[in-house]
């Protein structure tokens, strides 16, 4: 059993760099809170899976992920993956950009708050999905918390990940220069989409399986999303034009596009995409890999503090 029962894992550049800058405090603050812990930096993308299940080997019972959804997500995927993780809590600090995660679960969105809010070590149980996928030419899957997604979405994250962004800038402006960027160059794709055995052939734009009911830096693109009903919210959007698009885009922010004729909304547990033309695969505003996919629901497998 570890010294310490709480292991911080800290993306020093998550939000631009932020992180690092404030880590000091934190520290302090979560010294404060009266958490007994120990800590480890990330040093590479992955790192953080490493990380999170060596730390479950080793006996702690907490894993305090400081950073954005990306690093909540590799340390779910390193608990998820280790002989001990009906033991281990996930605890969140945003330090971020996005904070999508910690919108739907409750979190403080302030990191000084969390660490206060951590102390009282309440857990409650959450849904997963996992997803695979191709990466390098070879089938992997992923465990995701907040969603899961491709077509559309997926390219406007790739290119979005490829855009220089100044640490005053939000998430949210990137995200929309990459959107009208994406729109000129992107075509619908035809796909084959089975949600739990009904299957449906067509020219999709997107197709997202929500856990949460936030992306793309405060979209509420799951509007009655629950992390814990053993449903993911499979959002469809059809063959929807340019114009039509950006027409529509705004009502995202606000939850409503789920009334417009050509966005279908289904819950379900298993989810299966395929199309004879590339689409990128994200998750957890992470780029994978590419399809085809299959995704699955895996009801009540994360214990997380609130």
């Given at each position: 059993?570890?010294?310490?029962?709480?292991?911080?894992?800290?993306?020093?550049?998550a939000?631009?760099?932020?992180?690092?800058?404030?880590?000091?405090?934190?520290?302090?603050?979560?010294?404060?809170?009266?958490?007994?812990?120990?800590?480890?930096?990330?040093?590479?993308?992955?790192?953080?899976?490493?990380?999170?299940?060596?730390?479950?080997?080793?006996?702690?019972?907490?894993?305090?992920?400081?950073?954005?959804?990306?690093?909540?997500?590799?340390?779910?995927?390193?608990?998820?993956?280790?002989?001990?993780?009906?033991?281990?809590?996930?605890?969140?600090?945003?330090?971020?950009?996005?904070?999508?995660f910690?919108?739907?679960?409750?979190?403080?969105?302030?990191?000084?708050?969390?660490?206060?809010?951590?102390?009282?070590?309440?857990?409650?149980?959450?849904?997963?999905?996992?997803?695979?996928?191709?990466?390098?030419?070879?089938?992997?899957?992923?465990?995701?918390?907040?969603?899961?997604?491709?077509?559309?979405?997926?390219?406007?994250?790739?290119?979005?990940?490829?855009?220089?962004?100044?640490?005053?800038?939000?998430?949210?402006?990137?995200?929309v220069?990459?959107?009208?960027?994406?729109?000129?160059?992107?075509?619908?794709?035809?796909?084959?989409?089975?949600?739990?055995?009904?299957i449906?052939?067509?020219?999709?734009?997107?197709?997202?399986a929500?856990?949460?009911?936030?992306?793309?830096?405060?979209?509420?693109?799951?509007?009655?999303?629950?992390?814990?009903?053993?449903?993911?919210?499979?959002?469809?959007?059809?063959?929807?034009?340019?114009?039509?698009?950006?027409?529509?885009?705004?009502?995202?922010?606000?939850?409503?596009?789920?009334?417009?004729?050509?966005?279908?909304?289904?819950?379900?547990?298993?989810?299966?995409?395929?199309?004879?033309?590339?689409?990128?695969?994200?998750?957890?505003?992470?780029?994978?890999?590419?399809?085809?996919?299959?995704?699955?629901?895996?009801?009540?497998?994360l214990?997380?503090?609130?």
């Amino acid at each position: 059993m570890a010294k310490n029962y709480v292991m911080v894992i800290v993306n020093p550049v998550a939000g631009r760099g932020a992180t690092e800058r404030k880590w000091a405090e934190l520290r302090e603050q979560l010294t404060l809170s009266g958490l007994s812990y120990d800590y480890e930096l990330t040093r590479y993308k992955g790192h953080a899976i490493e990380i999170a299940r060596a730390a479950c080997i080793d006996g702690y019972s907490f894993i305090i992920a400081v950073g954005g959804d990306g690093t909540v997500n590799e340390a779910t995927n390193g608990i998820l993956t280790s002989p001990n993780r009906e033991n281990v809590t996930l605890g969140v600090i945003n330090t971020g950009t996005g904070s999508d995660f910690v919108r739907t679960v409750g979190t403080p969105r302030d990191s000084f708050e969390a660490c206060r809010f951590l102390a009282r070590q309440e857990r409650f149980l959450i849904d997963v999905g996992q997803v695979e996928f191709y990466s390098n030419g070879e089938r992997v899957s992923r465990y995701f918390v907040n969603y899961c997604g491709t077509g559309f979405d997926s390219e406007v994250a790739e290119t979005t990940n490829r855009m220089p962004r100044p640490s005053f800038i939000s998430n949210t402006i990137p995200y929309v220069i990459s959107l009208v960027c994406t729109l000129f160059r992107y075509r619908n794709r035809e796909v084959r989409l089975n949600v739990d055995g009904n299957i449906r052939k067509g020219r999709f734009l997107t197709i997202v399986a929500a856990n949460g009911r936030y992306f793309g830096g405060g979209m509420k693109i799951a509007p009655n999303a629950d992390l814990s009903d053993g449903k993911l919210d499979v959002i469809t959007v059809d063959d929807v034009g340019k114009l039509e698009l950006l027409k529509a885009f705004p009502r995202i922010y606000k939850g409503t596009h789920t009334t417009h004729p050509k966005v279908t909304v289904s819950l379900a547990t298993n989810v299966q995409v395929h199309s004879e033309k590339r689409m990128p695969v994200s998750a957890d505003g992470e780029l994978l890999g590419e399809g085809p996919i299959t995704i699955r629901l895996v009801p009540q497998a994360l214990a997380i503090a609130r």
